[in-house]
């Protein structure tokens, strides 16, 4: 049994592929487990390109936890020019890697997706970008942007905003909300229009919604709670 949660892992599945050459046949044929540790801190760079061989066609996943600046350059650069490979961009160093994420996934279908945790430097809401499409995604977080998105199957939005005055729209969010039907967890901070809903605003409609955690004045929350 693997802890996949950190580079020892890495070194146990290497360890398994030198027992004797059956096993070693067996652990170079796991191509999920490759592509699990693919994006482990490596203490040797010119590894990643011999683990992502492994790897094959398999799901590559960043979910290691690690302190900033861990991912290597080839590991930050494939990263960032392959995302319909990855079923989770998780990473902590996701948030380091120096990316206009708006940029790099506006249009892109990501078809193996299901949880993202996404930070950029440049803090825009990219409301006119293409969507990212993502059809088995159900977990977002946006830390400090955001960007349109199509999750059918989404179960947990996150987004948290950081610049002061970048709120959204107050017809684009409800028209974001509802459609999002499956949405259980829902978590807004600093997103929140600040100017008063007009009378006639449609209401957002979440059926399965069971937790919400708004960040926003008094005044701001009451006004969106009304709807």
């Given at each position: 049994t693997f802890n996949l949660r950190n580079s020892d892992a890495l070194r146990g599945l290497i360890t398994l592929t030198h027992v004797c050459r059956e096993w070693r046949a067996i652990g170079l044929n796991i191509s999920e487990l490759w592509g699990d540790l693919a994006f482990v801190p490596l203490r040797n760079p010119q590894a990643f390109g011999t683990i992502l061989?492994?790897?094959r066609n398999a799901p590559l996943c960043t979910k290691t936890p690690g302190g900033p600046h861990t991912l290597n350059p080839a590991q930050t650069a494939y990263l960032i020019s392959h995302p319909e490979r990855f079923r989770r961009l998780?990473?902590?160093?996701?948030s380091y890697v120096a990316c206009d994420w708006a940029a790099a996934l506006s249009g892109k279908e990501l078809?193996?997706?299901e949880h993202a945790v996404l930070?950029?430097?440049?803090?825009?809401?990219n409301l006119t970008h293409a969507p990212l499409k993502a059809p088995a995604l159900g977990h977002l977080w946006f830390s400090s942007f955001f960007m349109p998105f199509v999750a059918p199957k989404l179960s947990e939005l996150r987004i948290f905003i950081t610049k002061a005055g970048l709120t959204f729209p107050s017809d684009y969010?409800?028209?974001l909300l509802n459609e999002l039907p499956?949405?259980?967890?829902?978590?807004?901070?600093?997103?929140?229009p600040d100017k008063t809903w007009d009378e006639n605003t449609s209401n957002i409609t979440l059926p399965h919604l069971v937790s919400v955690t708004l960040g926003a004045?008094?005044?701001?929350l009451a006004h969106f709670l009304s709807i």
């Open positions: 061989d492994r790897s998780a990473h902590p160093d996701v078809p193996l997706l930070n950029s430097k440049k803090l825009r809401l969010l409800i028209t499956t949405l259980t967890e829902l978590e807004l901070h600093g997103c929140l004045s008094c005044s701001t």
